[in-house]
């Protein structure tokens, strides 16, 4: 079972470098992937519809309105990276070309929040999961790629590998988001 230390060892190996034993340990390689890999699995997590992270969520409004252009606001779901679709139950947008009530965008997200003119709101979306164990093993190699890229200066003091492992990772990105946008389509 993969964890975020096998994930950050993946890494790690793909420099030459030491493994850790924790995302806390006290050496350079440690205090590295500690300062990058939460911010590295969100990028690489918003960076595509990946669906071992998709989620759906019926929001509940919110008793303060929007100060003005919208109706009703809703508070996002603590774990929502990026909202891929939206829908009042009836209608779904992207695919119905839904407009709010002004003829702008059908909502809009400001922070955390949600703001349309519909009463009822429901989404999907890309969540944050912490779990390893819930990704595509292929999703776990770009990731790790990603990682190995964010940190490969720090960890090697090498321009040129930081090349090789640009081209590793866009290799990785690539079968993974192709792999995992077929899933499901034949």
Same mark, same amino acid.
């Given at each position: 079972?993969?964890?975020?230390? /096998?994930? +950050?060892?993946?890494?790690? %190996?793909?420099?030459?470098?030491?493994?850790?034993?924790?995302?806390?340990?006290?050496?350079?390689?440690?205090?590295? !992937?500690?300062?990058?890999?939460? #911010?590295?699995?969100?990028?690489?997590?918003?960076?595509? %519809?990946?669906?071992?992270?998709?989620?759906?969520?019926?929001?509940?409004?919110?008793?303060?309105?929007?100060? &003005? @252009? =919208?109706?009703?606001?809703?508070?996002?779901?603590?774990?929502?990276?990026?909202?891929?679709? &939206?829908?009042?139950?009836? $209608?779904?947008?992207?695919? /119905? %070309?839904?407009?709010?009530?002004?003829? @702008?965008?059908? =909502?809009? !997200?400001?922070?955390?929040? $949600?703001?349309?003119?519909?009463?009822?709101? $429901?989404?999907?979306?890309?969540?944050?999961?912490?779990?390893?164990?819930?990704? /595509?093993? #292929?999703?776990?190699?770009?990731?790790?790629?990603?990682?190995?890229?964010?940190?490969?200066?720090?960890?090697?003091?090498?321009?040129?590998?930081? +090349?090789?492992?640009? @081209? $590793? =990772?866009?290799?990785?990105?690539?079968?993974?988001?192709?792999? /995992?946008?077929?899933?499901?389509?034949?």
């Amino acid at each position: 079972m993969p964890s975020a230390v /096998d994930i +950050s060892n993946a890494a790690l %190996n793909t420099l030459g470098a030491t493994n850790i034993t924790s995302l806390t340990e006290d050496s350079k390689a440690g205090r590295l !992937i500690n300062q990058r890999y939460e #911010l590295v699995r969100d990028a690489v997590f918003r960076s595509h %519809n990946w669906n071992s992270l998709i989620k759906r969520a019926n929001l509940a409004q919110n008793t303060v309105s929007p100060a &003005f @252009g =919208y109706a009703n606001q809703y508070t996002l779901p603590t774990d929502c990276l990026r909202v891929l679709e &939206f829908s009042n139950g009836t $209608l779904m947008y992207p695919q /119905d %070309n839904m407009t709010s009530n002004s003829g @702008g965008p059908v =909502y809009v !997200i400001e922070g955390r929040e $949600l703001l349309t003119d519909e009463a009822t709101v $429901l989404i999907k979306y890309i969540a944050r999961i912490e779990d390893p164990n819930q990704y /595509d093993t #292929l999703l776990i190699d770009t990731l790790a790629a990603r990682l190995a890229l964010e940190i490969c200066y720090a960890i090697t003091g090498s321009k040129a590998m930081i +090349s090789t492992t640009k @081209g $590793l =990772y866009d290799a990785k990105i690539k079968e993974a988001r192709i792999v /995992d946008a077929t899933e499901g389509a034949a």
